[in-house]
């Protein structure tokens, strides 16, 4: 399995840099600035970035793109249905591509962006999924340009891998998204024990991430649409009877916008 680092950037994000001892070659996950990847190569002289990974159009996905492909020549993949700087490969629903030797399955997921794909290795002994903004622990992106539906149904995709698949998203969201889990389902003993768990890692200056599929399952409230206690909580609070999971889910998502 390649190594997956977090490199820090901006207040709450993260480029995951993608690494193959074999090789020593690495690709970079949406790097909105060149400067921390830049400084790991520096540090790291003997290894060459090959590949830029693009979930979607938004400049802290992007700022970094251009400059990494100008000083390393960098292959750049990213959605077809967006603008992307410098990309060389356009992606589209379904595709498979082949980074550091590894199989990367193309997931479209609409919603925060109209264009927005997330990336899903299938390996039967570890998984993992780049979900960019779409999922993040405990919670999901903001609705800038989908409607609820498509980012319900892009979130029923990403939750349909494996129970014991790893979620790299990009955003250090965890704690806030676990206050209003709390909020949606006071009840969750999943939610508590994992606010404990995200506390003491956030004290100690340590990443809440990756996630896992199982814990977004049991703990993340838009995952959790066809739960009665969340139907409930989310019918109570928009105050009115929500028919349907999908309309749960928009009054989830318009409450935690609120929160």
């Known amino acids: 399995m390649l190594k997956i680092e977090a490199l820090p950037a901006f207040t ?9 001892d074999a090789t020593q070659r690495c690709a970079a996950v949406d790097p909105g600035d060149a400067a921390p990847v830049l400084d790991w ?27 990494l492909k100008a000083l390393t020549g960098a292959r750049v993949y990213g959605p077809a249905a967006e603008e992307i700087p410098s990309r060389d490969e356009a992606l589209s629903d379904g595709q498979h591509i082949q980074v550091l030797g590894q199989d990367l399955q193309v997931i479209a997921v609409p919603g925060h962006t109209l264009g927005h794909i997330a990336y899903f290795h299938a390996d039967a002994e570890q998984p ?25 149904n892009s979130l029923q995709r990403l939750a349909a891998t494996p129970d014991h698949t790893l979620v ?42 990756p996630s896992q599929m199982s814990i977004e399952r049991a703990t993340n409230p838009f995952l959790r649409s066809n739960v009665a206690a969340v139907q409930q909580a989310a019918s109570e609070h928009s105050g009115s ?3 349907g999971e999908v309309a749960v889910f928009a009054a989830l998502r318009a409450w935690k916008d609120q929160f």
């Not at 709450?12 to 993608?18: E, K, R, S, T």
């Not at 998204?177 to 999943?190: C, I, K, T």
């Open 168 to 209: 790299y998203c990009t955003h250090e969201y965890t704690l806030s998204n676990l206050r209003f889990a709390q909020a949606v389902e006071p009840g969750n003993p999943d939610v508590e024990k994992r606010v404990s768990e995200v506390t003491e890692l956030r004290e100690s200056n340590r990443f809440s991430l």
């Open 241 to 243: 009877k929500l028919d």
């Open 41 to 67: 190569l520096r540090d790291h002289p003997a290894w060459q970035l090959s590949d830029i990974l693009v979930t979607h159009h938004h400049h802290d996905h992007v700022g970094g793109v251009e400059r």
């Open 128 to 152: 993992w999924l780049l979900s960019g903004d779409t999922l993040f622990a405990a919670g999901c992106g903001r609705l800038f340009e989908g409607t609820p539906e498509q980012m319900f």
């Open 12 to 20: 709450d994000n993260y480029i995951w840099l993608l690494q193959d």
